[in-house]
C-alpha cells in the first residue's frame, strides 16, 4: 500500500492564482481530511469527509474547497490564492472517526 | 469547546537521559487522546493513543503516557532517549459523542537529542 500521497510536494504561486493540491489514499478509509501547518501552531483542520459525496468545513475553511467523488481522492482547490495561504498542507485519512489518522507527506505552498 | 496546552515549545535533552513531554487539555465531555510524531519534512504518524480502559498507555519506540483525568493531563514519557528522537511531538484530543472531524491539535513540543 502506498498510504496517502499527496502532489505536488512543493509550489510557488502568485497572489491571485488558483491551484489543486491533490491526495489519494488506497486504504478503502471513510474519513479523510485536510490540514494546514505553520510554525508553532501545530495544525488546523481546513475540511474534512465522512465519505464519497460527503464534505463538511473545519477551523479555518475561508479560501479553501473541497470535493469527494470517490472514496480514495479528496483534492483541495484554492481560489484566489493569498499570502496568508502559505503554508504546509497535509492530507490525512482514517477508517472511522476515533481511529489513528494516517497523514500523508505534505504540499509547501508559497504565495508571493 | 475542547482545548490542547503542549507546555513546553522546546525540550533539549542529552542522549540517554529520560525526557516527559507535558499536555494539558480542556473539554467538557470525555475525550481520546493521541500523542504524534513528526520527524523533519515528514507528515505526522500515531505514537500512541489512549480511547478507554488502562491509564497507562504504551507506543511505539518505547514511548509511553499516562491519562490523568482529574489533571485533565496527558505526558509523554520516554526512559531513556536517542537522537533518533530528534522530532516534534503534538498532543492531540477529540471528543468522543462530539461533532466529527474534531481533532483538535496542540502547538507541538520539538525535542532535541544532544549526545
Known amino acids: 500500500n502506498a498510504g496517502v500521497t499527496q502532489t505536488p510536494k512543493f509550489r510557488i504561486l502568485k497572489i491571485g492564482q488558483s491551484m489543486t493540491l491533490q491526495c489519494a489514499q488506497d486504504m478503502n478509509h471513510n474519513y479523510m481530511y485536510w490540514y494546514r501547518q505553520d510554525p508553532g501552531m501545530g495544525l488546523k483542520l481546513i475540511y474534512y469527509?465522512?465519505?464519497?459525496?460527503?464534505?463538511d468545513k473545519g477551523e479555518v475553511p475561508n479560501g479553501y474547497n473541497v470535493s469527494r467523488s470517490t472514496t480514495e481522492d479528496f483534492p483541495l482547490r484554492l481560489e484566489l490564492a493569498a499570502p496568508s495561504q502559505t503554508s504546509v498542507y497535509f492530507c490525512?485519512?482514517?477508517?472511522?472517526?476515533?481511529?489513528?489518522?494516517?497523514f500523508g507527506p505534505g504540499t509547501r505552498l508559497t504565495v508571493t | 469547546a475542547q482545548s490542547v496546552t503542549q507546555l513546553d515549545s522546546q525540550v533539549p535533552v542529552f542522549e540517554e537521559a529520560p525526557v516527559e513531554l507535558r499536555c494539558n487539555y480542556s473539554?467538557?465531555?470525555?475525550?481520546?487522546l493521541f500523542w504524534y510524531v513528526q520527524y523533519p519534512n515528514q507528515g505526522l504518524q500515531l505514537l500512541l493513543k489512549?480511547?478507554?480502559?488502562?491509564?497507562l498507555v504504551k507506543g511505539i519506540n518505547g514511548f509511553e503516557a499516562e491519562f490523568n483525568k482529574s489533571q485533565t493531563s496527558f505526558h509523554l514519557r520516554k526512559p531513556s532517549v536517542h537522537i533518533s528522537d530528534t522530532a516534534e511531538y503534538f498532543c492531540a484530543v477529540s471528543s468522543y459523542g462530539g461533532s466529527q472531524g474534531n481533532l483538535i491539535f496542540g502547538k507541538g513540543t520539538k525535542l532535541s537529542v544532544k549526545p
Open positions: 489512549y480511547l478507554s480502559g488502562s491509564t
Open positions: 469527509s465522512v465519505g464519497a459525496g460527503i464534505t
Open positions: 473539554s467538557s465531555v470525555s475525550v481520546y
Open positions: 490525512a485519512s482514517s477508517y472511522d472517526r476515533d481511529d489513528e489518522q494516517y
